[in-house]
């Protein structure tokens, strides 16, 4: 029983353009949601998170969307530079665990020079 | 200057015999936790500490053991009961209600 899905295994964009990354989740309890990078070989590391009373947070280049009705939320880079490409994880908690995350299966993003 | 540090960073083990990951975090956080990663999937929770002294398990346990004597250090041992435990293997910690730190990860290869 997969709580949170990354339906889009990977993802190509050009460099400079919009990348545009996507996770549904299924439980109603979750309030806090995060995106998180990964390289190869490393662990992941915090890009930008989104509370459940909020439905947009930007932080430079990288904007969280959350539409709680649709259960959907996505991450966009705007600009996309080559440095962007990794895998992306999404990851939620509910209200009744402050501590342990569940993540989505990851999207490999390539960013073309 | 605080973090998380994994060791080793690679790790071979022999058929039926247990092996030790080492997870040690001077972040002062309560919390800590043991994630897989295997090709082509998702981060899947072995283990999590909220208090010394205190674990539970996560969606993939078995095989797995844990102990948390110090706030500091969350060993796990994969066990010869694991019976794929090729894979990558992940510690985090945190403060209640917040994200996650990761080490740097150690992978695991069964010869």
């Known amino acids: 029983d997969q709580q949170v899905k990354q339906n889009s295994p990977s993802l190509s964009v050009q460099e400079g353009r919009i990348s545009i990354l996507n996770c549904d989740y299924t439980?109603?309890?979750?309030?806090?949601f995060l995106w998180y990078k990964k390289y190869p070989a490393e662990g992941p590391t915090f890009l930008i998170s989104i509370s459940s009373i909020k439905d947009k947070n930007e932080d430079g280049r990288f904007t969280v969307f959350l539409n709680k009705s649709a259960k959907h939320l996505s991450l966009h880079i705007v600009p996309s530079q080559p440095g962007d490409s990794a895998v992306y994880f999404c990851?939620?908690?509910?209200?009744?665990?402050?501590?342990?995350?569940?993540f989505g299966s990851g999207t490999r993003l390539l960013v073309r020079p | 200057d605080g973090g998380i540090t994994q060791s080793p960073k690679y790790l071979f083990r022999k058929e039926g015999q247990n092996v030790t990951l080492s997870c040690e975090q001077n972040l002062n956080h309560d919390a800590m936790y043991w994630y897989r990663q295997d090709p082509g999937q998702g981060l899947r929770l072995i283990y999590y500490?909220?208090?010394?002294?205190?674990?539970q398990k996560g969606d993939i346990a078995e095989g797995y053991s844990v102990s948390r004597e110090k706030k500091e250090s969350f060993p796990l041992t994969v066990t010869s009961a694991q019976k794929n435990p090729t894979a990558f293997y992940l510690c985090a910690s945190s403060i209640a209600g917040g994200g996650y730190t990761f080490g740097s990860g150690t992978r695991l290869t069964v010869v």
């Open positions: 500490s909220q208090i010394v002294n205190d674990f």
């Open positions: 439980n109603s309890m979750f309030d806090y």
């Open positions: 990851a939620a908690k509910t209200v009744d665990s402050s501590y342990k995350l569940i």
